[in-house]
């Protein structure tokens, strides 16, 4: 395995010191851009079945796709720490079925460690993950995986017993051994006394400025992906525009006889050229 900037567990240290930065990335240009901007850490997110394949939510991805994706990411982003986002019934289904997908992240996907969705009732889940010496990444709060179950995409931790069970989940989660967790849309103040009751990094998404680092999913940054704008996201170019204004230049020129020019064309020599016309 490669060299790598940050390993999973040296991330702890990062805590209380300087805000991590993570984003999400499927694919070996973008993976590259993030290596090349500094990102401490890239997530190949389920969230790929959402802004790659189109699909409506994250349920539908399978192990074979996000495999794909990992072996892309690492070749673009060889020197970055990477972490493979475990698919729906991936590990739900047994202890030994979900060492081997995570073992197959790390494997077959070249990634450092694996993300999975929950907090207490998949505590049994991670511990055997960790025990096969697999890091785990853990992730609380709106938990895609699970929104037919809390229906929907909606902000957590908004009531008592639900502020208290996120609390609950990152403290089991941090005794079982990740190194860190995501907290996905939570308010502030919960994900600040969440990030000042444990010792690992939270890495926070629609979860305010009080977390350790942050993490964003790559089309929302560069504004590829318009069907869902949640309010936590912030966009920093708008990519769709940009792009589709540049096929456009190219339909038009194509169309108009403008491209190619000579300047993109190749040449034959005035030898064979003639012989050719002679012989045609
Ligand atoms: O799949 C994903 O992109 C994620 C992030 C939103 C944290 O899980």
Redesign the pocket.
Known sequence: MSLFKLSPYSLIDKKGKEPIVAI?SYDYITAKLAEEAGIDFI?I????AMVVLGEED?YSIGMEEMLIFCKAVSKGAPNTLRIG?MPFLSYQVSKEQAIYNAGRFIKEGRCHGV?I?GGEEVAEIILAIIKAGIPVLG?IGLT?QRSLELGGLKVRGKTIESAQKLLKDAQILESLGVFGI?I?CVPAELAKIVTEKIKIPTIG?GAGSYTDGQ?L?FHDVVGLYLEMRPKFVKTYVNGFEIFKNALKNYVYECKNKKFPTEKESFKISKEILTQLLKYS
């Not at 997110?45 to 790929?48: A, F």
Request: aromatic share 0%; proline share 6%.
């Open positions: 999400t997530l997110g389920d969230s790929s994250t986002d993300k969705e992730h895609p995501v996905e998404i993490i999913v």
